[in-house]
């Protein structure tokens, strides 16, 4: 695959993630509603999630729960940070993603809030190549509120 066919899957999946993002956007309660999509090894689509109604499970928990062992070696595109610890305890979305194999994140935007913060750290510290910054504007406008609402 070429460098730019791949620039255009890479555009077109993060498309998708938004459009999943804005799905429970307002419906999440205090978390933001983020979109996600997993890519298995070959970059066929394997998983696609939203925050659940009340703001869980999480968008990447989803994705990976429908994904299952289709995720390993493959690429995970996701409109927000995924989060470095949870506030309930259970294992993060970072960790989860790190578990599930995935080589390769494109996450739009990085997220301020101070639980989550680090995800992207922490996936670059396991070995996984992270791309940031695809879709940040339009990120930017879906999450301004909750960026607001933490800062």
Known sequence: ?????????????MGRAHTLA??????TGVNPSVGCIILDRDGHIV???VTGL???PHAEEVALDEAGARAHGGTAYVT???CRSRS???K??????????IARVVCAIEDPHPVANGGIRALRDAGIQVQIGLGQRESQRLYRKFFESIL
């Open 88 to 90: 309930q305890g259970n």
């Open 22 to 27: 804005r799905l429970n956007q307002g419906l």
């Open 54 to 56: 009340g703001g869980r």
């Open 47 to 49: 998983g696609a999630g």
């Open 80 to 82: 927000l940070e995924p």
């Open 92 to 101: 993060s979305c970072s960790v989860k993603l790190m578990e599930a194999g």
């Open 1 to 13: 695959m070429s460098l730019r066919s791949s620039r255009r899957r890479d555009r077109r999946m």
